[in-house]
C-alpha cells in the first residue's frame, strides 16, 4: 500500500468508528432527547411524574376557555390517539390557535391536568398566502358537508 | 511510474487537468479570473432574491409577515452545513495528499461558514419570539447548529493558536473531520426527535410544501449565498497563498511585478 493510500484508509477508518460511536451514544441517549412527550406517552406513563417536562401536539377544536380574570386559559392536548387537560396563566403567543400545534412546559397533576408555567406555539412547514389557506379551508367544508 | 501519473505531471502541456491547479501558484490566477463573476452573480442574485422575496411573494397565512425572515435563515442554514462539508472535505483531502492548497481551503471557508451559523440562529432567534413565544429553546435543531457555531469558532482558534501553519492544519483538520458528524444530526433532528423547530418545507423526497413565488424567493437567496461564499473564499484564500508562500519565487516575482496576479 502506498502511504498516500494508507492515509486514506485511516481517515476513512476514522471517520466510520466514530459515525459509529455517535449512532450508538445517540441510540442511548434518545429518551433524554426529546424536547416534548404526546399525549399518548403521557397515557401509557412514559413521561416523568415528579418533575416539570414539555407535552406538545394540537389544541383541540373548541377546546379553549378562557378564565373570568381574563389571563388563565384551559385547552386540550391532543395527538388524536389521546388528550391532556392543560391550565396556564399568561400571555398566549400570537401563532397559539385551536387545531394548530402547541409545546406546554410544566408539571402534571395527580388529577390529569397539566399546569403549564410556558406555552409556545409550534407550527408546521407549510406556508401559504391567506387566499390559499380560505380555499383549503371551504374545501375541508364542503367535503365535511358531503358526508353528513 | 505509472501512465496516470505521468500524464498528471505533464498536464499543463495536454490540456486542462485539475490536478494543474493543485498548487498555490497556479491556483492565485485563476482564483482571481474567478473572483469577479461570483461578485457579481452574488449582488445579482441576492437583489433579485430580496426583491422576490419582499415584494413579490405573497404574506403567510398564518403567521403574515414574519415568515420573510426564511429569505434569509434558510439560505444561511444551508450554507452553514454545506461550508462545513466542504471544509471537511478538503481537509480529508490534505490529510490523504499531502497538499498544501487544500487546508488553505478550509481555512478560508472557515470565518463565511461561522458567519452562516450565527446568521442562523440570530434570524431564528428574532423569528421565533412572535411565532414560538420564545427566543430561544434547547430542542436537537438549535442545539446542535450551536454546536455547529462552536465547532467552527473551535476550528479557527485552534489553528490561530498554532504558530506552525502544518501543525495547525492537522489539528485543524481533526476538528472538521470529526465534527462533520454533526451536519446530519442537523439535517435529520426534526424527523428523528421531536422538536419544537418544525420540518423541512423543501426536500430532495418530497415535493415542497409552499408556495411558488416564495420557494423561487428562497432559492434565490440560497444561489445568492453560494456565489457570495465561493467569492469571499476565493478572496480569502488567495490571501492566505500569498501569507503563507511570501518566502517563495512566485510570490516574490508577483511583488515585483514579473507576473502578472
New interface residues.
Given amino acids: 500500500m502506498k502511504p ?1 493510500q494508507k ?2 484508509a485511516l ?1 476513512a477508518l ?2 466510520a468508528a ?2 459509529g460511536a ?1 449512532t450508538l451514544v ?1 441510540t442511548a441517549f434518545e429518551d433524554n ?6 399525549p399518548t406517552q403521557i397515557a401509557t406513563h412514559e413521561a416523568p411524574q415528579d418533575r416539570t417536562f414539555r407535552i ?1 401536539g394540537m389544541v383541540e377544536e373548541n377546546s379553549l376557555e378562557r378564565g373570568a380574570d381574563g389571563t388563565s386559559v384551559r385547552f386540550l392536548v391532543t395527538d388524536t390517539a389521546h388528550r391532556v387537560a392543560v391550565t396556564y396563566t399568561g400571555a ?6 385551536e387545531g ?1 400545534g402547541v ?1 406546554a412546559q410544566g408539571r402534571l397533576g395527580a388529577d390529569g391536568v397539566f399546569a403549564a408555567s ?17 380555499a383549503l379551508e371551504q374545501a375541508k367544508k364542503a367535503q365535511a358537508t358531503v358526508v353528513q | 511510474m505509472s501512465d496516470s501519473q505521468l500524464s498528471a505531471t505533464r498536464a499543463p502541456s495536454a490540456g486542462v487537468s485539475l490536478f494543474h491547479y493543485a498548487s498555490p501558484q497556479t491556483f492565485f490566477p485563476l482564483a482571481g479570473k474567478l473572483l469577479w463573476p461570483s461578485w457579481i452573480a452574488a449582488v445579482a442574485l441576492t437583489l433579485a432574491g430580496l426583491y422576490t422575496g419582499f415584494f413579490i411573494a405573497p404574506t403567510d397565512a398564518t403567521q403574515g409577515d414574519s415568515y420573510r425572515i426564511i429569505f434569509i435563515h434558510v439560505p444561511a442554514a444551508w450554507m452553514s452545513m454545506v461550508v462545513y462539508l466542504a471544509m471537511a472535505f478538503w481537509c480529508a483531502v490534505g490529510l490523504v495528499f499531502n497538499t498544501r492548497l487544500s487546508f488553505m481551503m478550509s481555512s478560508a471557508l472557515a470565518p463565511t461558514g461561522a458567519l452562516w451559523a450565527f446568521v442562523a440562529l440570530w434570524t431564528g432567534a428574532l423569528w421565533g419570539k412572535p411565532t414560538w413565544g420564545t427566543y430561544w429553546a434547547w430542542d436537537a435543531r438549535m442545539t446542535s447548529e450551536l454546536i455547529l457555531f462552536f465547532l467552527y469558532c473551535g476550528y479557527m482558534a485552534l489553528q490561530a493558536a498554532i504558530d506552525d501553519p502544518r501543525r495547525a492544519d492537522r489539528a485543524g483538520a481533526l476538528i472538521a473531520i470529526v465534527g462533520a458528524v454533526n451536519v446530519p444530526i442537523i439535517y435529520f433532528s426534526v424527523k428523528w426527535w421531536n422538536t419544537l423547530h418544525q420540518g423541512a418545507s423543501v426536500s430532495l423526497t418530497q415535493s415542497p410544501s409552499m408556495a411558488s413565488t416564495m420557494l423561487t424567493g428562497m432559492l434565490l437567496m440560497a444561489l445568492a449565498a453560494w456565489a457570495y461564499t465561493i467569492a469571499v473564499a476565493l478572496m480569502r484564500v488567495r490571501a492566505i497563498m500569498i501569507e503563507r508562500e511570501r518566502q517563495t519565487d512566485w510570490v516574490r516575482q508577483l511583488a515585483t511585478g514579473e507576473t502578472k496576479a
Fill in positions: 498516500r492515509r486514506f481517515v476514522g471517520v466514530l459515525a455517535v445517540l432527547m426529546v424536547f416534548f412527550f404526546t406538545g398566549l403567543p400570537d401563532l397559539f390557535k394548530k409545546v410556558e406555552v409556545l406555539a409550534k407550527h408546521d412547514e407549510n406556508y401559504m398566502p391567506p387566499e390559499a389557506a380560505h
